[in-house]
Nanobody, 117 residues
Framework: QVQFVESGGGLVQPGASLRLSCAAS????????IAWFRQAPGKERGAVSC???????WYDNSVKGRFTISRDDAKNTVYLQMNNLKPDDTGVYSC???????????WGQGTQVTVSS
């Protein structure tokens, strides 16, 4: 089955760190840009970060300087290191098989991140 499996979410206090993982199953990441998306409660899903096959990266302004995306094609996995987390970072984080997040892309089920004191 072709899918992503995300993990690493949780409930943390402001200022804490988490590392999310996005493991591909049933296909290889080598030829895909991979993006992390976030859907906050009551809001539309939006792109947080993306990494292409040349390891060029893009970040939403809200996470620049705090989040780092990386990929390990040998492990077929993309990571999102999230530091200095804020309550506004709360949401379900999902990965997609392109930076555009199209309906025809491969998506994961997501992992919940809650930042609260």
């Amino acid at each position: 089955q072709v899918q992503f499996v995300e993990s690493g979410g949780g409930l943390v206090q402001p200022g804490a760190s988490l590392r999310l993982s996005c493991a591909a199953s049933g296909f290889t990441l080598d030829y895909h840009a991979i993006a992390w998306f976030r859907q906050a409660p009551g809001k539309e899903r939006g792109a947080v970060s993306c990494i292409n096959t040349s390891e060029d990266t893009w970040y939403d302004n809200s996470v620049k300087g705090r989040f780092t995306i990386s990929r390990d094609d040998a492990k077929n996995t993309v990571y999102l290191q999230m530091n200095n987390l804020k309550p506004d970072d709360t949401g379900v984080y999902s990965c997609a098989s392109s930076c555009l997040g199209r309906s025809q892309d491969i998506w994961g089920q997501g992992t919940q991140v809650t930042v609260s004191s």
